[in-house]
């Protein structure tokens, strides 16, 4: 085991590489390759499930949190809006899951990864899921990604078969956008 800072990235299909060829894929392993072309000592934790929501991710918080955590990195809500779940429900998770790492010593540095729900349950379903994300972020005091699937989402070439999940080229587009908001936050 490695004695490298963790950067812990807890999410759905999205952060596991779902679909992919090989894990390493999924862009939490393309980060990796970033940290270690930057000579950055970190060590990359993918811990993306996929088919979970917010409420699996804080059922599972606890436990991914008894290692030491450098930076968290929380990619949730994508099911709960393909489910058309409560948006409280998801607001009050991610609140919860933010404060579970807030309470560690020490605190892990936060992100926290935007998602859009699709248009079939209402634009004013979309408008609330979306509102979450920079609402928590500021409460939290975690940096933003305002949406994980920025230039992917609805991009055919860049998506598998289902039109969900990302190909190779957009778990690439997915890492600049994550790296971007995570890069400034070590150093």
Sequence with gaps: MSAAPVILFVGTSLTAGY???????????????KLEA???????????VSGETSAGALRRIEWLLRQPVAVLVLETGANDGLRGQDAEALR????????????????????????????????EYGQRLESIYPEVAREA????????????????????????????EGQKKMAETVWKVLRPLLG
């Design 38 to 48: 930057e000579g950055l000592p970190y060590r990359v934790v993918n811990a993306g």
């Design 141 to 168: 005091g975690a940096a933003l990604v305002p949406f994980l699937l920025e230039g992917v989402a609805g991009v055919a070439s860049l998506n598998q078969s289902d039109g969900v999940h990302p190909t190779a």
């Design 19 to 33: 679909g992919l060829d090989d894990p390493e894929q999924a862009y939490p392993a393309l980060i990796q390759k």
């Design 92 to 123: 009050a998770n991610v609140r919860e899951i933010l404060g579970h790492a807030k309470a560690r010593r020490p605190a892990p540095k936060l992100v926290l990864v935007g998602m859009r729900a699709l248009t079939n349950y209402g634009k």
